[in-house]
Nanobody, 128 residues
Framework: QVQLLESGGGLVQAGGSLRLSCAAS????????MGWFRQAPGKEREFVAA????????NFIDSVKGRFTISRDNAKNTVYLQMNSMKPEDTAVYYC?????????????????????WGQGTQVIVSS
């Protein structure tokens, strides 16, 4: 059984940075694309970023482009989300997810239902 555990959330001032980590256990996810989603109160869960299992291709929602980066360390079975120049609208619970493992090495899915495994989430609050 795959388990994903997010960490690194917290309270940060606008303009600040946070780095989220997602550690996988149960089996290697080296052939799974990995993604980050977020859900703000009263809103739908939305795609934030994804990285291909090849580790080269990335995909971001427009509102975080240029501010967030995603990376992975397959040796550690861990994916990261570096968030810079943070804004109050980035406030949400952030979820890590692993896709179903059927895509190419360059696949960076953005659909919620493309993902099979989910973490429990980590809260991020950006104060103005």
């Amino acid at each position: 059984q795959v388990q994903l555990l997010e960490s690194g959330g917290g309270l940060v001032q606008a303009g600040g940075s946070l780095r989220l980590s997602c550690a996988a256990s149960g089996r290697t996810l080296s052939k799974n694309a990995m993604g980050w989603f977020r859900q703000a109160p009263g809103k739908e869960r939305e795609f934030v970023a994804a990285i291909s299992w090849g580790g080269v291709d990335t995909n971001f929602i427009d509102s975080v482009k240029g501010r967030f980066t995603i990376s992975r360390d397959n040796a550690k079975n861990t994916v990261y989300l570096q968030m810079n120049s943070m804004k109050p609208e980035d406030t949400a619970v952030y979820y890590c997810a692993a896709d179903r493992g059927y895509g190419s090495s360059r696949s960076t899915p953005s659909g919620r239902y493309d993902y099979q495994y989910w973490g429990q989430g980590t809260q991020v609050i950006v104060s103005s």
